[in-house]
């Protein structure tokens, strides 16, 4: 299994913390690691790709100044904010775009940054932060934020003193960034707890690390097996990282195997039952694989009940899922699906990531052609998606070219 998308933009944003050169390998082919490699170049920094290896060289004085016409295709960029203004004492980042999945707030990490003396405003769009040295701190973040949980912690790794965050995120990705981190030379403890505890030091030196397996995308895959009744074995993505995920495939009907820490197969023999899914911050199900979920209840035995508790408006596709004559309702963070014997193949548009995947997972079980707009959402987050079908037996072929080249051809 490829690197993590939401773990590989973090690391190389986490690269600028020391002079050098820094190398991240196992990363995934995709759209955003070009763009966040662009990010990067702009501050000043050399990156070239090698294989699954990237090669982040930063200078001993990056820039620090991060514009919108970057920052806006890619939310994640944001997670610069952290390792510039500890390192440089001084920040200037647009405000982000993204996914269009719901309104994604900053105050968690301009809060836990301002805790730690950091002087902020927002002006003409940017976040703009300054402080001659951080100041270790006491933060309880009201949410387990992901993005805020990166920022703090690799803004303490440099600051004076010890910071400890409360309610942090326990996500697999952030345990791979604190590895990275603590092998820079950061003193961090109780990465993947709800406490991380991070005493700051004076200077960090550059590692050569490997990206954690993407969960979301091995995730997709054992959607895909459980609602075509196929067999799909993955390998390289950790079956821990997807316990609750896992556990609802076999609820379906579908057999589940697990090979230690390597990986796992899904196999469905027959029509999956209809589960119920709730989100939640990790280790709960996760909201990157709500869509995967109600494509699958879509087809499924039964009605099933999804619930989004992470971010708003993430059922802006299942309007899509209905062109392909699904029976899926939503109300407010709730949908309700009815399961089909078979969906109608009909065209639809991809609105972000994973509905891109889900929709095309969908038109797999759907009565002749699907045909997937906007697929330039899928190649933020899946490498060789196209391909990868293939080799698993289904008949799918990708019409247009990517607008952009993607990694390694940086
Ligand atoms: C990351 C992932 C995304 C995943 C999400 C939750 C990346 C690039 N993206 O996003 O794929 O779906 O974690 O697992 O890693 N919030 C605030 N204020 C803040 C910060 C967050 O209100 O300061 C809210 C957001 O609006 C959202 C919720 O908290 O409703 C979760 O956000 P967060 O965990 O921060 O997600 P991201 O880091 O943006």
């Known amino acids: 299994?490829?690197?993590?998308?939401?773990?590989?933009?973090?690391?190389?944003?986490?690269?600028?913390?020391?002079?050098?050169?820094?190398?991240?390998?196992?990363?995934?082919?995709?759209?955003?690691?070009?763009?966040?490699?662009?990010?990067?170049?702009?501050?000043?920094?050399?990156?070239?790709?090698?294989?699954?290896?990237?090669?982040?060289?930063?200078?001993?004085?990056?820039?620090?100044?991060?514009?919108?016409?970057?920052?806006?295709?890619l939310r994640a960029s944001i997670c610069v904010l952290g390792p510039l203004l500890t390192r440089c004492g001084h920040v200037k980042v647009a405000l982000p775009g993204g996914d269009a999945i719901g309104s994604r707030g900053l105050d968690m990490h301009i809060a836990g940054l301002e805790r730690m003396g950091a002087e902020i405003t927002n002006e003409h769009g940017f976040v703009i932060a300054s402080v001659d040295r951080l100041r270790g701190a006491d933060i309880v973040l009201e949410f387990p934020s992901v993005g805020a949980t990166e920022n703090i912690v690799t803004a303490a790794v440099l600051a004076k003193g010890t910071t400890v965050i409360d309610n942090a995120a326990r996500e697999p990705e952030i345990v791979d960034i604190c590895a990275m981190l603590s092998a820079m030379?950061?003193?961090?403890?109780?990465?993947?707890?709800?406490?991380i505890v991070v005493d700051g030091v004076d200077a960090l030196r550059p590692v050569t690390h490997r990206t954690v397996g993407d969960r979301i995308v091995a995730g997709t895959w054992a959607f895909a097996a459980a609602m075509t009744r196929g067999d799909v074995t993955v390998r390289g993505a950790d079956p821990a990282h997807l316990d609750v995920v896992l556990e609802k495939l076999a609820s379906t009907g579908a057999e589940v195997t697990r090979y230690g820490t390597e990986g796992f197969r899904v196999a469905a023999a027959d029509r999956p039952r209809a589960v119920d899914v709730v989100t939640l911050p990790y280790p709960g199900f996760p909201t990157d694989l709500l869509a995967p979920a109600i494509a699958l209840g879509t087809v499924a035995e039964g009605a099933s009940m999804v619930t989004e508790n992470v971010f708003d408006a993430r059922f802006m596709f299942v309007n899509e899922l209905a062109r392909l004559g699904a029976d899926a309702r939503t109300d407010g963070h709730h949908a309700v699906?009815?399961?089909?014997?078979?969906?109608?193949?009909?065209?639809?548009?991809?609105?972000?990531?994973?509905?891109?995947?889900?929709?095309?997972?969908?038109?797999?079980?759907?009565?002749?052609?699907?045909?997937?707009?906007?697929?330039?959402?899928?190649?933020?987050?899946?490498?060789?998606?196209?391909?990868?079908?293939?080799?698993?037996?289904?008949?799918?072929?990708?019409?247009?070219?990517?607008?952009?080249?993607?990694?390694p051809a940086l």
Do not use: W
């Open 1 to 73: 299994m490829v690197g993590a998308k939401n773990s590989v933009l973090k690391l190389m944003a986490a690269a600028l913390l020391a002079e050098g050169r820094t190398e991240v390998t196992n990363i995934p082919r995709i759209l955003d690691v070009t763009i966040m490699s662009e990010v990067l170049r702009r501050l000043g920094c050399d990156v070239v790709a090698d294989g699954d290896t990237l090669v982040i060289d930063v200078p001993a004085e990056p820039r620090t100044e991060a514009d919108y016409d970057l920052v806006r295709q």
């Open 185 to 195: 030379g950061a003193q961090i403890d109780g990465a993947g707890t709800s406490t």
């Open 337 to 407: 699906v009815r399961g089909k014997h078979v969906l109608s193949g009909a065209p639809v548009r991809a609105t972000d990531i994973r509905a891109g995947a889900a929709l095309v997972l969908a038109g797999l079980c759907a009565d002749g052609v699907t045909e997937v707009a906007d697929v330039h959402h899928i190649d933020r987050g899946y490498p060789d998606f196209v391909p990868q079908l293939e080799s698993l037996g289904a008949d799918v072929r990708r019409v247009t070219v990517p607008d952009v080249e993607l990694p």
